[in-house]
């Protein structure tokens, strides 16, 4: 046993949860016969817990953040992973899961897989379009998740080293793909992307969380279609990539970024072209969404 009783839950089967000693690298089941919660919620993949005599989780230890979707808790860096093609490329698609995930105040960095798909001109185009993300602040990975040795795939190696790193994405985007070329004895099941009715079927079902040298990697099943449920649009400027930043800049300390808002830094940063207009669409597109959940929150 752990030498302070602390294990990590890193898959949940139907004998209960599987966790992991980190001094011991050795895994061990825990039946769950108790009704042990955090705060009212059930247990997460990447929860740390204790154990009584009998072996059985009676405490959840603080965590340090979660996500609802994936429902995973305490990560590092939640790598948004999107395709170059298949599926086709979306600035829309990434811009709301950062959102998603900064929502949840979670570090992002950005791996577009299937760069080898691209024509040399295709590349170079999109290489530009993702320098506009790494000028704001975020890591930006090009990958071949079958060849460690094209585009990034050191640095990112290098930088996910001993860390919680959750892999977050559409189905078919090459997850459990790259997971598997960082060390093939996950063996992680890929599968060809198969479109039925435009959804893509999921190939990842479970959330589970994968020890990887002094850290863990945690493979998600993809998203088909997603939903911000929680982010009303006063949130979202504080979602979306570095729009946070213009708090103090524009005229009204509440300021939305709306296109005909008084005073608005951020809008005149886009005439100047600093803020990029692509972004900018997404995010008018995104706050149309979100003001659904706006009207929730009245209802209540
Ligand atoms: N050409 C190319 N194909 C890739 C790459 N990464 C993944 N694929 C292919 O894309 C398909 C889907 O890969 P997966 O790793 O199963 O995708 P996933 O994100 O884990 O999907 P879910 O588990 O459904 O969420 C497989 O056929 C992979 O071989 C890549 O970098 N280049
Ligand atoms: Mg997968
Ligand atoms: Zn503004």
Redesign the pocket.
């Given at each position: 046993m752990s030498s302070n009783n602390v294990f990590r839950v890193v898959n949940s089967t139907s004998l209960g949860y599987e966790l992991y000693d980190e001094e011991k690298k050795s895994f061990l089941l825990s039946p769950n016969r108790k009704k042990i919660t955090y705060h009212g919620e059930k247990i997460l993949i990447g929860d740390y817990v204790r154990l009584d005599e009998q072996g059985m989780i009676n405490e959840v230890l603080e965590r340090n953040n979660f996500l609802k979707r994936p429902r995973l808790s305490n990560v590092d860096i939640a790598l948004i992973?999107i395709?170059c093609k298949?599926p086709d490329f979306s600035s829309y698609l990434l811009d709301k899961f950062i959102a998603m995930i900064q929502y949840s105040q979670i570090k992002v960095s950005i791996v577009v897989?299937?760069?080898?798909?691209l024509k040399k001109k295709e590349y170079e185009a999109l290489s530009l379009r993702m320098q506009e993300y790494a000028r704001i602040g975020y890591s930006v990975y090009f990958?071949?998740?079958?060849d460690e040795k094209k585009f990034d795939f050191v640095r990112l190696l290098d930088d996910i080293k001993a860390k919680s790193i959750a892999f977050v994405?559409?189905?078919?985007?090459?997850?459990?793909?790259?997971i598997?070329t960082i060390d093939p004895s996950f063996q992680?099941?890929?599968?060809?992307?198969y479109v039925t009715s435009g959804r893509?079927?999921?190939?990842?079902k479970e959330i589970v969380l994968l020890p990887f040298g002094e850290g863990f990697l945690f493979?998600?099943?993809?998203f088909s279609e997603m939903e911000l449920q929680d982010i009303k649009s006063e949130d979202l400027r504080n979602c979306f990539l570095n729009y946070s930043s213009y708090i103090d800049k524009c005229y009204f300390n509440d300021c939305k970024h709306q296109e005909n808002a008084k005073g608005c830094a951020l809008v005149s940063d886009l005439k100047d072209g600093v803020v990029n207009s692509d972004s900018y669409k997404n995010y008018l597109k995104i706050m149309e969404e979100v003001k659904v959940n706006d009207l929730w929150k009245k209802k209540l």
């Amino acid at each position: 046993m752990s030498s302070n009783n602390v294990f990590r839950v890193v898959n949940s089967t139907s004998l209960g949860y599987e966790l992991y000693d980190e001094e011991k690298k050795s895994f061990l089941l825990s039946p769950n016969r108790k009704k042990i919660t955090y705060h009212g919620e059930k247990i997460l993949i990447g929860d740390y817990v204790r154990l009584d005599e009998q072996g059985m989780i009676n405490e959840v230890l603080e965590r340090n953040n979660f996500l609802k979707r994936p429902r995973l808790s305490n990560v590092d860096i939640a790598l948004i992973l999107i395709s170059c093609k298949e599926p086709d490329f979306s600035s829309y698609l990434l811009d709301k899961f950062i959102a998603m995930i900064q929502y949840s105040q979670i570090k992002v960095s950005i791996v577009v897989t299937k760069a080898d798909l691209l024509k040399k001109k295709e590349y170079e185009a999109l290489s530009l379009r993702m320098q506009e993300y790494a000028r704001i602040g975020y890591s930006v990975y090009f990958v071949d998740t079958h060849d460690e040795k094209k585009f990034d795939f050191v640095r990112l190696l290098d930088d996910i080293k001993a860390k919680s790193i959750a892999f977050v994405g559409q189905t078919g985007v090459g997850k459990s793909s790259l997971i598997n070329t960082i060390d093939p004895s996950f063996q992680r099941r890929v599968d060809a992307l198969y479109v039925t009715s435009g959804r893509g079927r999921h190939t990842t079902k479970e959330i589970v969380l994968l020890p990887f040298g002094e850290g863990f990697l945690f493979d998600t099943p993809g998203f088909s279609e997603m939903e911000l449920q929680d982010i009303k649009s006063e949130d979202l400027r504080n979602c979306f990539l570095n729009y946070s930043s213009y708090i103090d800049k524009c005229y009204f300390n509440d300021c939305k970024h709306q296109e005909n808002a008084k005073g608005c830094a951020l809008v005149s940063d886009l005439k100047d072209g600093v803020v990029n207009s692509d972004s900018y669409k997404n995010y008018l597109k995104i706050m149309e969404e979100v003001k659904v959940n706006d009207l929730w929150k009245k209802k209540l």
